[in-house]
């Protein structure tokens, strides 16, 4: 069954069922289907309809979710905004074929609509939604998905099991994040309960709630670490914790797996692919905790000099509006990922971003690794390494607790490990990264302090 009509099924078999939760409230499967009903019918009386652009600009809500799944019954290209974007770059998204924006306001105008049928008029090869990079080099590009490739069987095979764990899954952040609306998709077709908290503060929101499921970035995974040694909480209902957004250390991921237990998986993907691997409580109970996993089922992976390509039915399609940098990327359907890593009996490691590079004497030196053997040394929790402008390589550690290593040592540990040219030519010693609005660690941000 293709995309929407899974979602919509998947919730008319059990009429009556909650299934979402917000603070107090609780929305059944009846009443969030009579409010994408709703919606779409003021949608449709405002001009939308099969490739309309709508951009959803709107916090986490029952409503927001109907919204999203309105704009997607009328065969629309939707938009999603989430937080953090500069006005250029705001103004750079809303020019792509966007002609309605909602927003939470807009959204109560829209549910004074009268109920009428719910009608599926998508088609496969339609825009389903543009999906918008982080923006960290400029402004932020529209990667392109059809209806086909949102289809769950083209971008969704639970090899690992992760949908069991999804009875309580909790929900936060923006519904723009590609990855946050999946998993919140695939919940809802699952049969789980999709528990929204305002303003969630980890790690007490996982006991309050009895969170079974979540997906979390690196940041906000050490920071519950962090909090969770002097302030224990009940984190038994877990089930599944998704890990992912940038590389997380492997010492960091051992102590989450002491923590929580067996239900730490990492992942890699990319806002052009959608998810690629997936390491489980299975392999990192076996001593893989460097690794990003293997590729999940549909996927391949191939790598061409040192770099990340991959193929797999669910790639965008092109960048909205840009060929040159479509044609630099999608190759013979294959997609390059522009990081650098390696294989090793089925397991990818990533080492780096192609882009991530300084060049020193003439020869490039790829930061990840830099950082990879920083990370390796017992007195640091966190390395950061990063290349200004002109060309010097510059490393931020975050130590250990009470700990603090020379620079000697760790001048002498990349030299014997990367060699002279990748030594970095500072080290400062600081007590946490600033975090982009994308969730990622702001190295660039370490620069300018």
């Known amino acids: 069954m293709t995309f929407p009509d899974a979602v919509f099924a998947a919730l008319r078999d059990e009429p009556g069922r909650v299934v979402v939760e917000h603070e107090s409230r609780q929305v059944t499967t009846t009443e969030l289907l009579d409010m994408v009903a709703r919606i779409a019918g003021g949608l449709r009386a405002r001009g939308v309809k099969r490739g309309t652009g709508i951009a ?108 069991g764990r999804m009875d309580r899954h909790l929900v ?55 909090s969770l040694r002097d302030n224990p909480v009940d984190t038994s209902s877990l089930k599944g914790m998704l890990v992912a ?73 092109e960048y909205w509006d840009n060929a040159g940098e479509t044609a630099a990327v999608l ?18 490691y990533l080492t780096g971003r192609a882009r991530d590079v300084v060049i020193v004497g003439g020869y490039p030196v790829y930061l990840g690794p830099v950082e990879g053997v920083l990370a390796t040394h017992p007195d640091v929790d966190q390395a950061y390494v990063v290349g200004s402008a002109d060309e010097q390589i510059h490393a931020f550690v975050i130590p250990v607790a009470g700990r603090e290593p020379s620079v000697e040592a760790l001048s002498t540990l990349v030299e014997t490990e990367l060699g002279p040219a990748s030594v970095p030519v500072s080290f400062r010693f600081v007590a946490s990264v600033p975090i982009a609005a994308s969730g990622k660690p702001d190295k660039q941000a370490l620069l300018g302090e």
């Open 56 to 163: 959803m600009d709107t916090s986490v809500t029952p409503e927001a979710i109907a919204a999203y799944l309105a704009g997607y019954a009328l065969g629309a290209m939707v938009v999603g905004i989430r937080p953090g974007f500069s006005a250029k770059q705001l103004e750079h998204i809303r020019s792509a074929g966007v002609t309605v924006m909602v927003t939470d306001d807009e959204i109560k105008s829209l549910l004074a609509t009268e109920s009428e049928p719910l009608l599926v008029t998508s088609r496969p090869q339609d825009v389903a939604r543009l999906v918008y990079t982080s923006g960290s080099t400029g402004l932020p590009k529209g990667c392109v998905f059809t209806y086909e490739s949102m289809t769950p069987s083209s971008k969704w095979r639970d090899a690992a099991g992760l949908a």
């Open 245 to 317: 957004g940038s590389p997380l250390a492997p010492h960091r991921l051992a102590e989450a797996v002491e923590r929580f237990g067996p239900v730490v998986f990492q992942g890699y993907g990319q806002s052009e692919a959608g998810s690629l691997t997936l390491l489980t409580p299975s392999d990192i109970s076996s001593g893989v905790l460097r690794s990003v996993g293997r590729p999940v089922e549909g996927v391949e992976i191939d790598i061409r000099d040192g770099e990340i390509w991959v193929r797999h039915p669910a790639l965008m399609r």
């Open 331 to 348: 190759v013979d359907g294959w997609l390059r990922t522009r990081d650098i890593g390696r294989l090793d009996d089925g397991f990818l």
């Open 172 to 226: 936060f952040g923006s519904l723009a994040s590609a990855v946050v609306y999946d998993y919140m998709e695939q919940a809802l077709l699952q049969g789980g309960v999709i528990v929204i908290a305002d303003e969630p503060r980890f790690p007490a929101v996982i006991e309050k709630y009895r969170i079974t499921f979540t997906i979390m970035n690196v940041p906000r995974l050490y920071a519950m670490l962090d």
